[in-house]
């Protein structure tokens, strides 16, 4: 087939966008790529009454920072201008062809009158469903004379216009994912395709325009498999089956446990973000927290979502944008639901922050210590990054990882000072004081040797007195560092310097000699 290779992604600007359609849209954009195809934003917001403003924005800003990037579309332009279904006008005229080829039809019933239906139903146990069986004895232009339908549409009465399904006929489809679907018309509700408030609903707006787009495929989640009988019914109403797209309905996107689709919640209880960037309500207040404001890289999240339903088919698992263009395809994308996985997540996270370099973690390390009111030199910080970030998932990992090159320790660790600082230490550290303070003199302005003599010397010491290794070195650690944790002494010394490692020994002698 040599058709173009044209998607798109259709988000309804309802809310903030869930980390499941930004998946659907990068499925779109690397299967587009790969092909030298198009790739499309069309907004579907005929749904007045589920608009969210503010919604679109985001949409557009998440996508710029993961850097997934439309060819037409909504803030881009296109030969298919407008991209927004509420600005495009044509549907009505689509809907009254359909009725003019005995495809679709008038209904006048009001919505009390279905409502009291639907009860009616409710009370037998059974479900009211507009179709081929109830339809006949419905308010309708099938069940009026055509004067009487005129009279009213005349009289400016509000009617929806409705799809006809045939009686009982199978309908089938092939998706690119699910392969064969059958399903019997008899089943299916008569969908309203035009609203009372003048506008089209999803089905018809949708397939509308992915026809005048000349969409070739529809990659979307699996939630909408359902509806697509009713698509491929409205494009063989048209006449259109040429041109009609080629089906891919992607699995969902599952709970960390169980099953069941992810959702907010989850991420609520779980801790971590459903939504690429962080969103709060107008109306409510609420915050939901994103990918973005929780520290993950565009890279990280982009692998992560790739491998989330697709695999490449081999244990390769880092990969470049480009990379996935290059790979990508919807024969290795899973029938089943992928399941979400915070670990996972944030080891993609630690794999891409690994690949920063120093400067451009020291660069946005810098700002938030100067948050926290501390001033610091790129070239000092840089080499503080260089032997910490190997430690760090996320650039909000550093402090916790290396406050202690940047202020001395107030406390000390309570559970090590129990464990370590016992027996003769304070006799032991006032001693390592003493030759530490001849090893600074005689390397005067060398920080790096002193830090070598100074773990050269403890190790000797730590011999000829027979003293336990761990004991000590836990004690200088705990005077620099003021935990049991932290990065090689010798470099610690070496980048905080002679003068004040000497005085953080000192004042952990005075402070924890009367703790024991
Ligand atoms: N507007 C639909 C949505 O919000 C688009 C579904 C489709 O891709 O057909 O998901």
């Known amino acids: 087939m040599d058709r173009r290779i044209r998607v798109r992604f259709a988000p309804s600007p309802t809310g903030p966008l869930h980390i499941g359609g930004v998946r659907t849209a990068l499925y779109n954009y690397l299967f587009a790529k790969k092909h030298g195809g198009d790739f499309i934003l069309r907004i579907e917001d ?294 979400f996985d915070l670990v996972k997540a944030k080891w993609f996270n630690h794999q891409y922050f690994q690949q920063l370099s120093n400067e451009e973690i020291a660069t946005d390390y810098l700002e938030i210590l100067k948050q926290k009111g501390i001033n610091s030199t790129m070239e000092y910080t840089k080499e503080v990054v260089s032997l910490v970030k190997e430690r760090c998932d996320f650039l909000s990992d550093m402090w916790g990882n290396s406050y202690y090159f940047y202020q001395s320790p107030e406390n000390y660790d309570e559970k090590v000072v129990k464990k370590r600082w016992k027996d003769n230490m304070t006799e032991v550290m006032s001693q390592i004081l003493e030759q530490m303070q001849n090893i600074a003199i005689a390397n005067e302005g060398n920080n790096t040797a002193f830090a070598h003599s100074t773990e050269e010397f403890l190790l000797n010491y730590i011999g000829e007195n027979q003293l336990n290794m761990g004991q000590v070195m836990n004690c200088v650690r705990l005077a620099l560092v003021g935990e049991g944790k932290g990065v090689n002494l010798a470099d610690i010394m070496r980048l905080i310097g002679s003068k004040t490692t000497l005085s953080r020994i000192e004042r952990s002698i005075t402070v924890l000699e009367n703790e024991v």
Request: aromatic share 12%; charged share 30%; proline share 5%.
């Open 46 to 339: 005929t749904d007045r009454t589920r608009f969210v403003e503010g919604a679109e924005e985001y949409i557009i800003e998440s996508f710029k920072w993961l850097g997934i990037k439309f060819d037409e579309g909504v803030g881009i332009g296109g030969r298919y201008e407008p991209y927004r279904q509420s600005e495009r006008t044509m549907y009505k005229d689509y809907a009254l062809q359909l009725i003019d080829k005995g495809w679709a039809y008038y209904a006048f019933d009001t919505p009390e009158e279905l409502d009291n239906l639907r009860k009616e139903y409710e009370t037998l146990k059974k479900n009211f469903q507009y179709d081929c069986n109830t339809r006949d004895n419905l308010r309708n232009s099938i069940t009026m004379s055509a004067e009487e339908v005129d009279e009213r549409l005349k009289n400016g009465e509000p009617y929806v216009i409705r799809f006809k399904f045939p009686k009982n006929a199978d309908i089938h489809l092939t998706d690119l994912i699910r392969g064969e679907v059958k399903m019997n018309s008899s089943l299916l509700d008569d969908k309203v395709l035009f609203k009372s408030d003048g506008l089209p609903t999803y089905h018809l707006a949708n397939v509308v325009d992915d026809y005048l787009m000349d969409i070739s495929h529809v990659i979307r989640g699996e939630e909408w498999l359902p509806s697509c009988p009713l698509h491929v019914s409205l494009y063989r109403a048209f006449g259109w089956e040429e041109r009609m797209p080629q089906f891919a309905h992607l699995p969902l996107l599952l709970k960390p446990e169980g099953n069941g689709k992810l959702s907010k919640r989850d991420g609520d209880r779980l801790g971590f973000p459903v939504f690429p960037l962080l969103w709060r309500d107008k109306k409510t207040g609420e915050i939901s927290s994103g990918y973005r404001e929780s520290g993950y890289l565009p890279q990280a999240v982009v692998n992560m979502l790739a491998l989330l339903g697709w695999n490449p088919g081999t244990e390769q698992e880092l990969f470049s944008m480009n990379e996935l263009i290059d790979v990508f395809s919807l024969e290795r994308i899973s029938k089943h639901g992928a399941k």
